[in-house]
């Protein structure tokens, strides 16, 4: 769909257009195929699977080179003689400049697929907004997330990929219900300095509508249409963004953010157990960080201690398998100080100083 876009911009002289596309190609090749695909790509062995997803990144990097070739032609070539001369000398043009440009295969496209991610995208990316608002980091879990779909068409093809928003939301469980009214409540307000001139003496039946207005109902419509339509005194008027204002109030407890593909509530209670499950998970990462500044093999045994304050160590002692399969450990010994020789970073956790002791095995 992105060649298809490119052309169609590029025939339009909508040059700047083109580059959209191809920006939000690369984000969403790097920062969700590539990132959700990391087990496949580092599985062992060489199996069916694990030749798909590099066969399919490859193909997207040679398709891209030849797209980016009139905006970026010296890293395109660059690309182009990595990926294509060194692997095929005989077979392939010379230069990324010597091809023709690619021409879309729609027959390939799977529209349903496109659109349904299309959503689960847009929903993850509301589910960060809310815990961005909410200062809840993304390692810490939360118990639910509700689900509210624009289009409830979609609404079969996202239970096949609720999984994979829990995942990306770090909730234990999500939900698709069919409205939100039990988490949020709607506020839309008129915007009287814009709508005076043309509403004039028929401003408080149009405050009026709009208070007695299905909230949600306008929020789609104005996210799909970008304008809204609603009845004052039996005559039509359509008001734009900047006409009217529609704002989420969430319950207690919960958060919420909205968009074109629906309606995200987060819930933000956060019980003992989740606290230490998010406790253990900074512990986690704050391991797997002193890995990379080390510059150990991604597959290299470590052995690690830790000293910390008792809720960081109460966070850890029933999640060890778990701590010992993620940081690739042959031993855990918890309430020690580093051995003489071993690697030693010492770091803070909600203000609760953790001593790491590494050491390979």
């Known amino acids: 769909m992105t060649n298809a876009e490119v052309i ?26 590539v990132r959700r695909c990391r087990s496949r790509f580092w599985a062992t062995g060489l199996d069916a699977d694990k030749l798909d997803v590099h066969w399919t990144l490859y193909e997207c990097l040679v398709a891209l080179a030849r797209l980016l070739a009139p905006f970026l032609p ?5 690309m182009w003689q990595n990926l294509v001369r060194r692997a095929f000398p005989d077979s392939e043009a010379e230069s990324v400049h010597l091809c023709d440009y690619p021409e879309p295969d729609r027959e390939a ?26 200062k809840l980091r993304i390692r810490q879990p939360l118990a639910v997330a509700e689900l509210v779909i624009a289009e409830s068409d979609l609404a079969p093809s996202l239970r096949a990929h609720l999984d994979l928003i829990r995942d990306e939301l770090n909730v234990r469980k999500v939900d698709l219900v069919p409205n939100a009214d039990d988490y949020v409540t709607y506020n839309v307000t008129p915007n009287f300095r814009a709508l005076g001139p043309r509403i004039g003496k028929r401003m408080p039946a149009l405050k009026n509508a709009l208070a007695e207005a299905d909230g949600a109902a306008l929020l789609a419509q104005l996210e799909s249409a970008g304008r809204v339509a609603i009845e004052i005194d039996g005559e039509q008027f359509s008001l734009g963004p900047d006409e009217i204002g529609i704002s989420l109030s969430a319950r207690p407890g919960f958060a919420a ?29 704050r391991i797997q960080t002193f890995r ?70």
């Open 109 to 134: 496209i799977d529209r349903p697929l496109t659109r349904a991610m299309g959503a689960v995208r847009e929903l993850v990316s509301l589910g960060l907004q809310v815990r961005t608002a909410q």
């Open 292 to 361: 990379k500044e080390l510059d150990l093999e991604y597959t290299g045994r470590i052995r690690l201690t830790l000293a910390a304050a008792p809720a960081l160590l109460d966070a850890v002692r029933p999640r060890l398998d778990e701590l010992s399969r993620e940081a690739l450990a042959i031993e855990v010994v918890v309430d020690a100080l580093p051995e003489q020789g071993a690697h030693r970073r010492e770091v803070s956790i909600d203000g609760e100083p953790l001593t790491i002791g590494l050491s390979l095995a």
């Open 8 to 33: 169609q911009k590029m025939d339009e002289f909508r040059v700047y257009d083109a580059t959209v596309a191809l920006t939000a190609f690369v984000d969403a090749l790097s920062n969700w195929y």
């Open 257 to 285: 953010a909205a968009g074109p593909a629906g309606v995200v509530v987060l819930g933000t209670t956060l019980s003992e157990e989740l606290i230490a499950e998010g406790l253990f998970r900074e512990i986690l990462n």
């Open 74 to 78: 010296y890293a395109t070539e660059e």
